[in-house]
């Protein structure tokens, strides 16, 4: 528990911004949001009922009882634990009982040494009738932002719908567009430090009212949950706990509301991006930036730096990690490149240019082949399948395929949606440990063919998997029930007259240079 305390001082110590910055952080927060939110509306028992008999049974040491016994007799403690909401939400007090949390530390890596602090994650397990208090009211207020539009459009972090594959399905679409279309596109992955450890709460209460609209007993019942948070460390070989120390800085960790919370937090940090003319986009704390021009107007770079010395100033509250900030060039000879690193060194900036970044779990090369991707994957996918093939004789049938499908097929269709346009060469990779999988789980014979095998198990091959994916993403976004990002990247092709093909549903092709990225065309 010291340690890590320690290592949360030692971070905001490092980070604690001027009078100067603060002012510039406090004007970028006197946005006045023209919605409020001003009450909690009030449950019923039957919404309770189905609330607890859905969620998951995990039981917190802090626990009255057991979270299976709880579900076992919800008709009976259902009206007494309304009482105990209800008259949370209406006086915007949440009981101190329901802001301790229970750390249990994690080793990271099983031959890591187990003496050392530093070794350890840390696992925040709350009251299970805190997490039933905190879920009514994330509802509460996830309706009201949607309803009013308040999210940032381009944050796929602990939003329903979004996730890693669509934000970078949009990142990866505008970088081959502008590729095709003759420019040089720069990608730069920003790096947070213990982001979520380090919000400053009376920052997040100041947005919670100016930028959300957040007024009245709902934002006295958010300064109650922040205020006088407890925690402390129990082993599970241990039963005697640590001392109890006060949360002082970050979003609860293992609460249903600290990512909302986070998310919430980064709130201004679209418009700042976007008075530089960059495009970005962000998942939780990974924020992407990216820009293209013509190799003969690298203006978009002096626009790209000073993006990041407006954000590093922005978020000096938070602990940028500048010199783990990767930047990705895609196109471009070695002349345009030596430009490009002479504007970073004039802005102050370390131009750490790679051939390879990982984002969001996906290898990016700087020319999209995605090979470097495939490699790994395969890799990946071999590993899991010797491991499942040394335990075949053991398992049935159903069995090996739920941990195909959990550890192989997974991997496969993780962000696949890439993939569109790579040489049969690059993807043929992954057809292979496909078969590899089929020929484990129905015990066929290696020289067999393999097509009967997967049409026995309903398996698409890897390339139809793809277009899949792919179509079922443009289904969405012609019928409107895709993402706001993915959706303004289709057009409806619309003839100048009236033609037979006016209803057919037909998609207008972009006008680009057919020139060849990575294997895209």
């Given at each position: 528990?010291?340690?890590?305390?320690?290592?949360?001082?030692n971070?905001?110590?490092?980070?604690?911004?001027?009078?100067?910055?603060?002012?510039?952080?406090?004007?970028?927060?006197?946005?006045?949001?023209?919605?409020?939110?001003?009450?909690?509306?009030?449950?019923?028992?039957?919404?309770?009922?189905?609330?607890?008999?859905?969620?998951?049974?995990?039981?917190?040491?802090?626990?009255?009882?057991?979270?299976?016994?709880?579900?076992?007799?919800?008709?009976?403690?259902?009206?007494?634990?309304?009482?105990?909401?209800?008259?949370?939400?209406?006086?915007?007090?949440?009981?101190k009982?329901?802001?301790?949390?229970?750390?249990?530390?994690?080793?990271?890596?099983?031959?890591?040494?187990?003496?050392?602090?530093?070794?350890?994650?840390?696992?925040?397990?709350?009251?299970f009738?805190?997490?039933?208090?905190?879920?009514?009211?994330a509802?509460?207020?996830?309706?009201?932002?949607?309803?009013h539009n308040?999210?940032?459009?381009?944050?796929?972090?602990?939003?329903?719908g979004?996730?890693?594959?669509?934000?970078?399905?949009?990142?990866?679409?505008?970088?081959?567009?502008?590729?095709?279309?003759?420019?040089?596109?720069?990608?730069?992955?920003?790096d947070?430090?213990?982001?979520?450890?380090?919000?400053?709460?009376?920052?997040?209460?100041?947005?919670?009212?100016?930028?959300?609209?957040?007024?009245?007993?709902?934002?006295?019942?958010?300064?109650?949950?922040?205020?006088?948070?407890?925690?402390?460390?129990?082993?599970?070989?241990?039963?005697?706990?640590?001392?109890?120390?006060?949360?002082?800085?970050?979003?609860?960790?293992?609460?249903?509301?600290?990512?909302?919370?986070?998310?919430?937090y980064?709130?201004?940090?679209?418009?700042?991006?976007?008075?530089?003319?960059v495009?970005?986009h962000s998942?939780?704390?990974?924020?992407?930036?990216?820009?293209?021009?013509?190799?003969?107007?690298?203006?978009y770079?002096?626009?790209?730096?000073?993006?990041?010395?407006?954000?590093?100033?922005?978020?000096?509250?938070?602990?940028?990690?500048?010199?783990?900030?990767?930047?990705?060039?895609?196109?471009?000879?070695?002349?345009?490149?030596?430009?490009?690193?002479?504007?970073?060194?004039?802005?102050?900036?370390?131009?750490?240019?790679?051939?390879?970044?990982?984002?969001?779990?996906?290898?990016?090369?700087?020319?999209?082949?995605?090979?470097?991707?495939?490699?790994?994957?395969?890799?990946?996918?071999f590993?899991?399948?010797?491991?499942?093939?040394?335990?075949?004789?053991?398992?049935?049938?159903?069995?090996s395929?739920?941990?195909?499908?959990?550890?192989?097929?997974?991997?496969?269709?993780?962000?696949?949606?890439?993939?569109l346009?790579?040489?049969?060469?690059?993807?043929?990779?992954?057809?292979?440990?496909?078969?590899?999988?089929?020929?484990?789980?129905?015990?066929?014979?290696?020289?067999?063919?393999?097509?009967?095998?997967?049409?026995?198990?309903?398996?698409?091959?890897?390339?139809?998997?793809?277009?899949?994916?792919?179509?079922?993403?443009?289904?969405?976004?012609?019928?409107?029930?895709?993402?706001?990002y993915?959706?303004?990247?289709?057009?409806?092709?619309?003839?100048?007259?009236?033609?037979?093909?006016?209803?057919?549903?037909?998609?207008?092709?972009?006008?680009?240079?057919?020139?060849?990225v990575?294997?895209?065309?």
């Open positions: 528990m010291s340690f890590f305390n320690n290592k949360l001082v971070i905001r110590k490092s980070i604690v911004p001027s009078s100067s910055v603060l002012a510039n952080i406090s004007a970028s927060d006197d946005i006045s949001c023209p919605h409020h939110l001003s009450n909690f509306d009030v449950i019923t028992v039957e919404e309770i009922t189905v609330l607890i008999r859905s969620m998951k049974s995990t039981t917190c040491p802090l626990d009255p009882i057991p979270t299976k016994l709880l579900k076992a007799t919800v008709s009976v403690l259902a009206e007494p634990i309304v009482n105990i909401i209800n008259t949370s939400l209406l006086n915007g007090c949440v009981p009982a329901l802001k301790i949390a229970v750390i249990s530390p994690l080793l990271k890596k099983s031959n890591l040494d187990c003496n050392n602090p530093c070794n350890y994650k840390l696992i925040s397990n709350l009251p009738l805190s997490k039933i208090l905190e879920k009514i009211v509802s509460q207020i996830v309706k009201y932002l949607n309803h308040i999210f940032e459009k381009l944050q796929s972090g602990f939003r329903t979004h996730s890693t594959e669509t934000a970078l399905t949009r990142v990866v679409n505008d970088i081959i567009i502008s590729s095709d279309a003759g420019q040089i596109s720069i990608l730069m992955l920003l947070l430090s213990a982001a979520f450890d380090t919000v400053d709460y009376t920052i997040l209460l100041s947005r919670l009212g100016n930028l959300v609209g957040l007024r009245g007993t709902v934002l006295k019942w958010f300064e109650s949950y922040l205020a006088n948070r407890e925690q402390f460390v129990l082993k599970s070989d241990d039963s005697t706990p640590s001392i109890s120390t006060t949360v002082q800085y970050g979003v609860p960790q293992g609460s249903v509301l600290g990512p909302l919370f986070f998310s919430l980064m709130l201004p940090l679209g418009d700042i991006i976007r008075k530089h003319n495009n970005f998942y939780a704390d990974d924020t992407q930036l990216y820009v293209s021009f013509k190799p003969d107007d690298p203006s770079v002096v626009s790209l730096t000073n993006c990041f010395t407006s954000r590093k100033l922005w978020m000096s509250n938070l602990s940028l990690n500048s010199s783990k900030t990767e930047v990705l060039v895609v196109g471009g000879d070695a002349k345009t490149l030596d430009t490009i690193a002479s504007i970073f060194t004039t802005n102050g900036i370390t131009f750490k240019r790679t051939d390879c970044v990982k984002d969001l779990g996906v290898l990016l090369d700087g020319k999209l082949s995605f090979v470097s991707h495939v490699n790994a994957l395969t890799k990946s996918c590993l899991q399948l010797r491991s499942i093939a040394k335990m075949q004789r053991f398992l049935c049938r159903w069995d395929e739920k941990l195909v499908h959990a550890f192989v097929s997974s991997r496969l269709d993780y962000c696949n949606a890439l993939l346009g790579c040489p049969y060469q690059t993807v043929s990779r992954l057809q292979l440990r496909q078969n590899a999988a089929a020929r484990i789980v129905t015990r066929t014979r290696k020289y067999d063919h393999i097509t009967p095998v997967l049409k026995s198990l309903h398996w698409l091959p890897v390339s139809y998997r793809v277009d899949y994916k792919i179509l079922l993403l443009t289904y969405k976004a012609i019928h409107g029930i895709a993402l706001a993915l959706c303004e990247i289709i057009n409806l092709y619309i003839p100048g007259r009236y033609l037979c093909s006016l209803d057919a549903g037909y998609l207008k092709v972009p006008v680009i240079n057919k020139t060849s990575g294997g895209h065309t």
